[in-house]
């Protein structure tokens, strides 16, 4: 069936610590990934995305590694902030003529000051 | 630059009622699409419309439909609410609504059916 999921359902680290968010994804024609935050109360909020023709790509403290042989998302948190803290969603966009997301159930990250 | 807005923000009904949300782009953004969003999941898709025309549709009921006006905001519309359609319901706009882009999600419609 269409499912991503994510190893940890809750991250607990400290600020200023580095943090890593991962996640599974099942479908091997899926050629588009996107991590999204959510914070209580709000809409997802884009973070950064991913093209299956890349392994790896940077933002502003943000990393996303790709690892399309064991279907493997992840998401590098540099220097965690409190404000950091939110539920983190991996999505993936199967090959298609649609926008069409499939969403992961989600990561807590709970940062401690 | 305004975001993607969404109306109301929350809403309360009754078991057989009907509701309408609404929501309205990003300027210049011609696809609107929607999900649903249980309380401790993901984001599920509903719908995607672009220029009017349905482009996609999720697992969903026929009580669920939507549509997408000429200034490009989109109303869902659910009818025969059930206690399980108690969600936050999103509202993301793209440019061209195609596989590979940006999707920005608006704020959400938190919907209570008592």
């Known amino acids: 069936g269409e499912s991503v999921g994510l190893h940890l359902p809750t991250l607990s680290v400290q600020e200023g610590d580095n943090s890593i968010i991962n996640c599974a994804y099942s479908?091997?024609?899926?050629?588009?990934f996107i991590w999204y935050k959510q914070e209580s109360g709000k809409g997802p909020q884009f973070i950064i995305d991913?093209?299956?023709?890349?392994d790896k790509r940077q933002g502003q403290r943000v990393t996303v590694l790709l690892n399309k042989t064991v279907k493997h998302l992840s998401l590098q948190i540099a220097a965690t902030q409190p404000g950091d803290s939110a539920v983190y969603f991996c999505?993936?966009?199967?090959?298609?003529?649609?926008?069409?997301?499939?969403f992961g159930q989600g990561t807590t990250l709970q940062v401690k000051p | 630059d305004a975001g993607v807005t969404q109306s109301p923000t929350h809403l309360i009904k009754t078991r057989g009622q009907h509701v309408t949300l609404r929501c309205s782009p990003i300027?210049?953004?011609?696809?609107v699409s929607w999900y649903q969003q249980v309380l401790g999941q993901g984001p599920q898709f509903i719908f995607q419309?672009?220029?009017?025309?349905?482009?996609g549709r999720g697992n969903f009921p026929d009580r669920f439909s939507a549509r997408q006006f000429p200034n490009y905001s989109s109303e869902l519309n659910v009818n025969a609410l059930l206690l399980g359609d108690s969600a936050l319901y999103l509202c993301?706009?793209?440019?061209?609504?195609?596989?590979?882009?940006?999707?920005?999600f608006g704020p959400g419609t938190r919907l209570l059916v008592l």
């Open positions: 993301a706009s793209s440019a061209a609504g195609t596989r590979e882009e940006t999707q920005y």
């Open positions: 479908n091997s024609a899926s050629d588009y």
């Open positions: 991913i093209r299956s023709n890349m």
């Open positions: 999505a993936e966009n199967i090959s298609s003529n649609t926008g069409k997301l499939i």
């Open positions: 300027s210049g953004h011609k696809s």
């Open positions: 419309y672009y220029e009017k025309e349905e482009r």
